[in-house]
Structures are given as C-alpha cells and as structure tokens.
Nanobody, 116 residues
Framework: QVQLVESGGGLVQPGGSLRLSCVFSGITFRWYVMGWYRQAPGKERELVATILSVGGTTDYADSVKGRFTISRDSGKNTVYLQMNSLKPEDTAVYYC?????????WGKGTLVTVSS
C-alpha cells in the first residue's frame, strides 16, 4: 500500500520559515519523480518544486525560486521542502506527490498559513 504523509505545516508570520516533510512508503524511490504542489483557496493546484530521485536534479516554480528548497533523504524515505522568506501568497495546502510514467500518488496535504 502506497502512503505519502506530509507534516510540518502551520501558522507563520511573513518573512518566516517552515520545513515540510513527506514520509513515503510502498514505492521504490528511484522510479519516481517526487514533488510538492500547493492549492490556495479558490485556486487550482499548482506545482511548487520537483526532485529527481536519481541525481537529485531540482526544478521550481518561478514564484518560489530562491526562497524554497526541495531535498530528499532516500535512507529515510523522506522528501523535504524548506520554505524561507514566506509571503502571505504562499498560504495554501501543500501536497506531496510521487509520479512515474504509469501512476501518480498524492498525500492528504498539510496547511501552511502565512499571516501576521
């Protein structure tokens, strides 16, 4: 059974930082592209960042470049999203994703609220 479990969300002031974690099980890490997506109220889900399991190549949405960093620890079956210099417009539910050519798995999400 495939599981992706996010954690680390919460309330943070503008300019603050959070680190999200996604612990996954039931998949062979090297066969998947791991990513973080987010969905703000009233908006469509959007890609935030991805990381290749082999080689570790990363990609980011323009809106988060220079502020967010995606990383992975294959030994711990965990993918991270370090979020710095947070802005109110970063407020959203953040979802972990594992994607291959055949399947697409999602976690249930963790809420990030950026507000003073």
């Amino acid at each position: 059974q495939v599981q992706l479990v996010e954690s680390g969300g919460g309330l943070v002031q503008p300019g603050g930082s959070l680190r999200l974690s996604c612990v996954f099980s039931g998949i062979t890490f090297r066969w998947y592209v791991m990513g973080w997506y987010r969905q703000a109220p009233g908006k469509e889900r959007e890609l935030v960042a991805t990381i290749l399991s082999v080689g570790g190549t990363t990609d980011y949405a323009d809106s988060v470049k220079g502020r967010f960093t995606i990383s992975r620890d294959s030994g711990k079956n965990t993918v991270y999203l370090q979020m710095n210099s947070l802005k109110p417009e970063d407020t959203a539910v953040y979802y972990c994703n594992a994607r291959s050519n055949l399947v697409n798995y999602w976690g249930k999400g963790t809420l990030v609220t950026v507000s003073s």
